[in-house]
């Protein structure tokens, strides 16, 4: 589907640039008509997403970056602003896979690096680059989680991590409103990604059942009785990026093809 240029001339900073979500927020904020500066610890990973964000015929600063070093992150937000003289949106995208136990049996050393990178380091950035942002009368756009609407067994850290990055984002929308940012989130369910296809994969083959049954199973539970792609994320935050959402702040917007109502 052909992204529409809804951030035409734009510069967009992306965190946690990864092989999943990260890429996809790069690439298709690039489809859109922005230049990304593209922040992550992992130069390999950097330069692939990199060279697909040229490939658009955008621009792409690449800037290995860990956001929990304040220096690190003080070099990105210079970096960004020496190249392209201007931030339009900061997408706070980076976060830890959470441990996947119950919390009476997690230790909080376990539980620290969520927060230190999906809240924290979120914090940060947004703090470093609130000047450029409020002199392009810009946005935030926070990646949060549909873990916000349940409180399944084993998925305690990351409903902590991601409920304190949910208040982080209103509150600053309060706070940064009068500067003229917004700042907003989207909760997106599970993806079908080559990792979640091969989770399911793994509990369908136990079950006796193929990776089809496995997925209508799980889809069961969406309204739309599909799981839906990283891109329709992706164009829920550029959506939320542009000036179509000029009027939206403090919001977030649940990406899940139906399964939780809020």
């Excluded at 964000?53 to 690190?72: H, K, M, N, Q, Y």
């Excluded at 369910?189 to 006796?208: C, E």
Aim: glycine share 8%; net charge negative.
């Amino acid at each position: 589907m052909k992204v529409p240029e809804l951030l035409r001339d734009k510069v967009v900073v992306v965190s946690g640039v990864g092989p999943g979500l990260g890429r996809t927020l790069a690439v298709r904020c690039a489809q859109a008509g922005a230049d990304v500066v593209l922040a992550a610890r992992t130069s390999s990973c950097l330069d692939e997403v990199a060279k697909a964000v040229e490939e658009t015929g955008r621009r792409a600063l690449a800037v290995p970056t860990d956001i929990t070093d304040p220096v690190a992150a003080e070099a990105l937000a210079a970096a960004a602003l020496d190249t392209f003289g201007r931030v339009d949106t900061l997408i706070n995208n980076a976060l830890v896979e959470p441990p996947h136990t119950e919390l009476l049996d997690t230790p909080l050393d376990d539980i620290r690096p969520g927060m230190e990178v999906g809240v924290y380091a979120a914090l940060r950035l947004s703090r470093l680059f609130a000047r450029a942002l409020s002199d392009s009368q810009g946005s935030i756009v926070m990646v949060n989680s549909s873990v916000l609407r349940h409180s399944k067994r084993a998925c305690g850290a990351y409903k902590i991590a991601k409920s304190a990055l949910l208040a982080l984002a209103q509150s600053l929308s309060t706070e940064l409103g009068p500067r003229g940012i917004r700042v907003n989130s989207v909760a997106p369910g599970p993806m079908w990604t080559d990792k979640v296809q091969a989770f399911i994969g793994v509990l369908a083959a136990a079950r006796g059942m193929s990776l089809q049954e496995g997925y209508d199973e799980v889809a069961a539970d969406m309204d739309l009785r599909r799981l839906q792609s990283p891109e329709e994320t992706a164009d829920a935050v550029i959506f939320l990026a542009s000036d179509m959402a000029r009027a939206v702040t403090g919001h977030c917007l649940d990406v899940n093809c139906g399964e939780y109502h809020h």
